[in-house]
Each structure stands twice: as C-alpha cells, then as structure tokens.
C-alpha cells in the first residue's frame, strides 16, 4: 500500500494545474533522495577500496603484535576488598576500619 503524503491545505484550494505541478515536484524529490542513496552507497564502497584501514598501513608490525599495557593493579583492603586510596596508608582501611597488623605484610 503506498504512502500518501500529507498534502497542506493551501494545495488543496489549488486547481487542477497546481496538483499537477506539486505532484512533479514530490516525484522529483522522490528522485533526487534515490539519486543522494545511490550516491552515498558508491562513496561508500570506493571509499572502502582505495583506503585501507589507516591503523594497518601506519603500524609497524611489532605495534601491532604488542599486547595493550595492564594498568598496576592497586592495593586492596583486606577485610571489604575495596582498593584502597593513594599515598600513604594508615593503620587501618579507611572504608571497613581493618587493622592491617592483624594480616602482616601479606596484603600488600
């Protein structure tokens, strides 16, 4: 079932001759949106064949063989699991209220 367009209520009032020309231009954008498609789908594919991805070509093989960096994992209280802040720690987690000399140095 086709769509019908809204036609506004000024194109109403015209006669005969002024549908004729509103439905020449409705078909002649229909065909100017086909066109634009058609268009952007070649760009698309051209586009696509004559640049390859730009990662590959600039990359030197080892870069690319290379794992991302793990960032350093941080220290965690004990008791609640929770990392702990930066810059020096106290005698106890400043989350839970752990006291680290019950664990000894194995947290760390």
Same mark, same amino acid.
């Given at each position: ?12 009032? $015209?006669?005969?001759?002024?549908? +004729? %020309?509103?439905?020449?231009? #409705? =078909? ?5 949106e ?8 070649? $760009?698309?594919?051209?586009?696509? +064949? %004559?640049?390859?991805?730009? #990662? =590959? ?33 106290g ?12 664990v ?5």
């Amino acid at each position: 079932m086709p769509m019908r367009r809204h036609i506004p209520r000024a194109s109403r009032k $015209l006669g005969a001759e002024g549908r +004729e %020309t509103e439905q020449r231009l #409705v =078909a002649r954008i229909s065909d100017l949106e086909l066109r634009l498609q058609m268009l952007e789908a070649r $760009l698309r594919s051209t586009a696509a +064949e %004559t640049h390859p991805k730009p #990662v =590959a070509a600039t990359a030197p093989p080892q870069a690319q063989a290379r794992k991302p960096r793990q960032p350093r994992r941080r220290p965690r209280c004990p008791g609640c699991m929770l990392e702990l802040p930066e810059g020096k720690h106290g005698d106890a987690c400043v989350w839970c209220g752990f006291r680290f000399e019950a664990v000894g140095r194995t947290f760390r």
